[in-house]
Nanobody
Framework: QVLLEESGGGLVQAGDSLRLTCTASGRTFSQYTMAWFHQAPGNEREFVAAVTRSGGSTLYADSVKGRFSISRDNAKNTVYLQMNSLKPEDTAVYYC?????????????????WGQGTQVTVSS
């Protein structure tokens, strides 16, 4: 089992940048594929980005390609989401998630562990 805690959300203006951080408990962090999802009010939770155990492979939603970057530091049990050129439509609660699968996947059903989320609000 792994416990996840997100941080780094906030209120920013369109065009600004934010870096989200997800810190995991436990000594098996490097065994999990990690991902970020977001959920806006009234919408379903949607995939944003994922990274494999070693960090060697990533996957992004089309809406964030070229603007967001996911990375991880297994020595620090941490995964990051660097968000650049933020848009008002990026406004949502952002969740960190962990999967026992060894490859990047986008479906919420593949992720067994979730954090509580951090709010990101982008004003126009």
């Amino acid at each position: 089992q792994v416990l996840l805690e997100e941080s780094g959300g906030g209120l920013v203006q369109a065009g600004d940048s934010l870096r989200l951080t997800c810190t995991a408990s436990g000594r098996t962090f490097s065994q999990y594929t990690m991902a970020w999802f977001h959920q806006a009010p009234g919408n379903e939770r949607e995939f944003v980005a994922a990274v494999t155990r070693s960090g060697g492979s990533t996957l992004y939603a089309d809406s964030v390609k070229g603007r967001f970057s996911i990375s991880r530091d297994n020595a620090k049990n941490t995964v990051y989401l660097q968000m650049n050129s933020l848009k008002p439509e990026d406004t949502a609660v952002y969740y960190c998630a962990a999967s026992n699968l060894g490859w990047v996947v986008a479906g919420t059903g593949h992720y067994a562990y979730w954090g509580q989320g951090t709010q990101v609000t982008v004003s126009s």
